[in-house]
Protein backbone atom coordinates (compact mmCIF):
# COMPACT_ATOMS: atom_id res chain seq x y z
CA UNK A 1 0.00 0.00 0.00
CA UNK A 2 1.80 3.15 -1.07
CA UNK A 3 1.27 6.34 0.71
CA UNK A 4 -0.78 9.34 -0.97
CA UNK A 5 2.19 12.15 -2.04
CA UNK A 6 2.46 15.42 -0.30
CA UNK A 7 0.73 18.65 -1.63
CA UNK A 8 3.46 21.06 -1.10
CA UNK A 9 2.37 24.10 -2.71
CA UNK A 10 -1.10 23.39 -0.99
CA UNK A 11 0.60 23.40 2.42
CA UNK A 12 2.85 26.58 1.47
CA UNK A 13 -0.48 28.26 0.35
CA UNK A 14 -2.06 27.13 3.37
CA UNK A 15 1.13 28.31 5.66
CA UNK A 16 1.08 31.85 3.78
CA UNK A 17 -2.43 32.43 4.57
CA UNK A 18 -1.55 31.70 8.13
CA UNK A 19 1.33 34.00 8.42
CA UNK A 20 -0.75 36.21 6.67
CA UNK A 21 -3.77 36.19 9.12
CA UNK A 22 -1.23 36.21 12.20
CA UNK A 23 0.17 39.73 10.54
CA UNK A 24 -3.23 40.77 10.37
CA UNK A 25 -4.07 40.25 13.61
CA UNK A 26 -0.59 41.64 15.12
CA UNK A 27 -0.99 45.07 13.09
CA UNK A 28 -5.24 45.31 15.05
CA UNK A 29 -3.82 44.18 18.13
CA UNK A 30 -0.66 47.17 17.83
CA UNK A 31 -3.51 49.79 16.24
CA UNK A 32 -6.00 48.78 19.91
CA UNK A 33 -2.92 49.28 22.20
CA UNK A 34 -2.40 53.02 21.00
CA UNK A 35 -5.81 53.33 21.59
CA UNK A 36 -6.12 51.79 24.92
CA UNK A 37 -3.09 53.97 26.04
CA UNK A 38 -4.41 57.73 24.48
CA UNK A 39 -1.57 57.88 22.23
CA UNK A 40 -4.72 58.01 19.41
CA UNK A 41 -5.11 61.39 20.20
CA UNK A 42 -1.41 62.17 19.28
CA UNK A 43 -0.30 63.63 15.33
CA UNK A 44 1.01 60.77 13.43
CA UNK A 45 4.53 63.00 13.00
CA UNK A 46 4.36 63.27 17.30
CA UNK A 47 3.25 59.51 18.05
CA UNK A 48 5.92 58.10 15.52
CA UNK A 49 8.92 60.15 16.71
CA UNK A 50 8.00 59.04 20.65
CA UNK A 51 8.12 55.27 19.23
CA UNK A 52 11.32 55.62 17.37
CA UNK A 53 13.09 57.58 20.68
CA UNK A 54 11.09 54.67 22.64
CA UNK A 55 12.92 52.15 20.63
CA UNK A 56 16.17 54.14 20.29
CA UNK A 57 15.91 54.32 24.60
CA UNK A 58 15.27 50.66 24.76
CA UNK A 59 18.33 49.65 24.37
CA UNK A 60 19.95 50.51 27.43
CA UNK A 61 19.01 47.69 29.84
CA UNK A 62 17.43 50.16 33.34
CA UNK A 63 15.44 51.75 30.57
CA UNK A 64 13.74 48.59 29.24
CA UNK A 65 13.09 47.60 32.46
CA UNK A 66 11.66 50.44 33.47
CA UNK A 67 9.27 50.23 30.13
CA UNK A 68 8.55 46.66 31.20
CA UNK A 69 7.59 47.75 34.46
CA UNK A 70 5.41 50.58 33.16
CA UNK A 71 3.72 47.79 30.39
CA UNK A 72 2.94 45.10 33.40
CA UNK A 73 1.53 48.26 35.55
CA UNK A 74 -0.90 49.24 32.28
CA UNK A 75 -2.19 46.00 31.75
CA UNK A 76 -3.02 44.73 35.10
CA UNK A 77 -5.25 48.08 35.34
CA UNK A 78 -2.93 50.22 37.52
CA UNK A 79 -2.22 52.06 34.65
CA UNK A 80 -4.81 54.83 33.40
CA UNK A 81 -5.76 55.47 30.28
CA UNK A 82 -3.72 58.75 29.50
CA UNK A 83 -0.51 57.92 30.51
CA UNK A 84 0.77 60.04 33.54
CA UNK A 85 4.20 61.98 33.04
CA UNK A 86 7.01 59.81 34.00
CA UNK A 87 9.22 62.79 35.35
CA UNK A 88 6.07 63.49 37.80
CA UNK A 89 6.38 59.75 38.97
CA UNK A 90 9.56 60.20 39.87
CA UNK A 91 9.75 63.47 41.27
CA UNK A 92 11.44 65.29 38.87
CA UNK A 93 10.36 68.06 36.58
CA UNK A 94 9.73 67.82 33.05
CA UNK A 95 10.35 70.09 30.12
CA UNK A 96 6.52 71.04 29.95
CA UNK A 97 6.52 72.01 33.78
CA UNK A 98 5.73 68.62 35.31
CA UNK A 99 3.18 67.82 37.84
CA UNK A 100 0.03 65.73 37.58
CA UNK A 101 -1.42 67.21 34.87
CA UNK A 102 -3.65 65.19 32.32
CA UNK A 103 -4.51 67.97 30.32
CA UNK A 104 -1.99 67.25 27.63
Known amino acids: MS ?6 DTELKTLANRAKALK ?6 LGELIVATGADTLDPDVLAGLLLHGVFESKA ?17 RGTRKAKD ?3 QSGEKSETGGGDDETR
Open 61 to 77: EKAREGFRANGAAFFQG
Open 24 to 29: AKRIVQ
Open 86 to 88: PAA
Open 3 to 8: RKPRDI
